[in-house]
Structure formats: C-alpha cells, structure tokens
C-alpha cells in the first residue's frame, strides 16, 4: 500500500538525518505515526487485499510472532509491519529492536513492567524481581514508543478479534542481544536460544517414558546434576508442562538443589497458569469477559479490577459489570479449574464489598 510505503520512507530519511543514532529511532517512529495515524488511513481488510495482489513487499523468512505478521514496507534499515492478533497473547518480553506501534484496530490490555537483576548465570539467564508497573487498555489510534532492552519490558492481551497494530522498526539494536522473555517470579531467559544435544536427549527421555523405561528418571536427574542453569531451567518446565514429562517430576526433583528447583518450579507454575487462561481464552469471544480474563491473568486484586474498570467505563456500575461477565465466562464449557477458582475468589471478594 502507498500509504505505508511512504510512512517507511518517511521515518528511513527522517533516521538517517539523525545518523541512524538507535537512541532516536523510537521517537522518530512515534511522531510518524502521530502525525499521520495508520488508523485514520487504512483498516486490516486493505492491508489482507493487498497481500492477494501480484507485488507485494519481501516478507518474514520465519514468521513466529503474530498470527500472521506482515510487511508493508522493508527498506533499507527500516520495516513497517503489521501484526495480526485472533487470541494470542504476548508473553512479557523486551525487544532487540527500536520503534513504535500503533493499534490499527482492536483494543488491547497493555501492561508494562521492571526487573531488577539479583544474580546473572550467564547471558540467556537471570534471577531477580519483576513487578507488573502500570496496566492500560490501548484503542485503535493509539501509539506507543520501543525502546530496546530492558527499558521497555511488556505484554498485550488482545481484547478484539482481531486486533491489529503497525509497528515500525529497525532490524535491530546490535547491542541488544539477546531478547529476553520474563517469567515470575523473577526469571529473564533468552527463549531463542536453542541447544540441539538438550533437545534430542529431551525427546529420548519422551521416548522412554512412553515405553515405560525406568531408566528415565536416572537420566532426567544426571542431566540436571550435568546441565548449566539455562538447560536445567528448561528441562524443569519440561518436567511441568509437558504430559510425559509430568509423569516423572516428583521423582526426578527429590533431593535436587533445592532453592533454585524451587524458583524453576515456581516459574514453571506460572506458566502452567498462563497456558491455561489462553486455552481458555481462545475460546471466548465477547470483549467484555476477555477483559476480565485479562485481569485476572495479570493479578489484579479484586479492589483493583473494580477502580481500573470504574475509570474505563465511568458510566457503568463496575460490580455490576463483574457480575455479569462471571456470570457469562461460567457458562462455557471445559473452562481450567485455575480460571474457576481465581473467578470464585473474585466474586466472593466483590460481594463482601458490597
């Protein structure tokens, strides 16, 4: 489309003007966008009939964040994209790369977050704190700066289906690398890294597990006594996540190094619940109950839920509101058992306040 092709050109002059300082990119990105908002120009359905038009912009080689990602415009040093969104949800992440989005369509729960390092294993893994600094419901129109590194941590749980934002952005920040993924409760990892003789010993212990070898759990246990903290934390969550693996974790952590197995474990945990509320949430549709889901997923305390939902719909009464959406998400089926619980424990707390 024109129209991106000379926002891209655009922020390509305007960058190198600056001598392509990455510091800058960000708010160059951000006032392009500003000034001439990708919402007001174009919607998700040209951008789809453009894609099924002969000539089209080179796209991703690997196309593993978005469902789908596309390019709109690729330059020399600049892309713009945009990013399509049905139900997934971003895990909480920093970016290897410089810019600013822009929500085209859809809304989104944005929550932004900081970590603060208490012990570096290596480059692909640290320990420390992470909290949850502010959360926000982005609406089609507006924009946000990245900032590579660890200066913009966040995550996005899209409400609308589908929601869409155009970024743009570098190909990257050369002294950003890795790109960390966070998890709690204080976990940095580096989820691109990838260890070929760890993974082909995972599947044998897969394998053994499935033709009921005991000689799983020995392995499994010589592999976290031989394994670095990066490859140990993995396997960890293998051991949570994972049906055969589940079936041996209490055997293989027994009497392991118990203060670091127990942060793995902990982290594992939390993913298993991210998990389950995405499952679940695939299947939801309706904005209002997705939202919900999505303060319930960040942690929200119940008084939490009620003032964020009075200043989002300050002509609705906010309880009322958490009635009826409870009372919507309990009539799908198969919802997790964790969903159920946590959406108890708020109607319980809802109600005493009233």
Known sequence: MKFFEQLGQRVESAW???????RILPAIAYAALRETPPSQHANFEDIID????????????????????????????????ALFWIDGTTAVHEHAFSGAFHVL??????SSYAFQEHKRFNTDLRIGSLERVASEILHAGDTRQILSGNGFIHQLFHLDTPSVSIVIRNRADGD?????SYRDP??????????RLFTRRRCLLELMIKAGMEQAVDYARRMLQQGDPFNNFNLVEWLHLDT?????????????????????SEAAAEEDRFRSYLRFRSTVLEREPR?????????????QIVEFLSEEFPDEDADDNIASWIESILRYDAIPNQVVK?????????AIAC
Request: aromatic residues 8%; proline residues 4%; glycine residues 4%.
């Open 186 to 195: 204080g976990i940095a990892i580096n989820h691109f890294r990838t260890d």
């Open 291 to 303: 939202l919900l889901l999505a303060l319930l997923l960040l942690k929200f305390a119940a008084e």
């Open 105 to 110: 369509s859809g809304s989104s729960v944005h």
């Open 342 to 350: 946590e959406l108890n424990s708020l109607q319980l707390a809802t």
């Open 50 to 81: 453009k894609m099924f038009e002969t000539s089209q912009p080179r796209q991703p080689a690997v196309d593993d964040f978005a469902q789908p990602q596309i390019y709109l415009y690729c330059g020399e040093k600049i892309a713009v994209e």
């Open 16 to 22: 190198l003007q600056q001598s392509r300082d990455e």
């Open 244 to 264: 055969q693996g589940n079936k041996i974790r209490q055997r293989v952590l027994v009497n392991m190094d118990q203060e670091l197995i127990t942060l793995f």
């Open 176 to 180: 950003r690398y890795p790109q960390l």
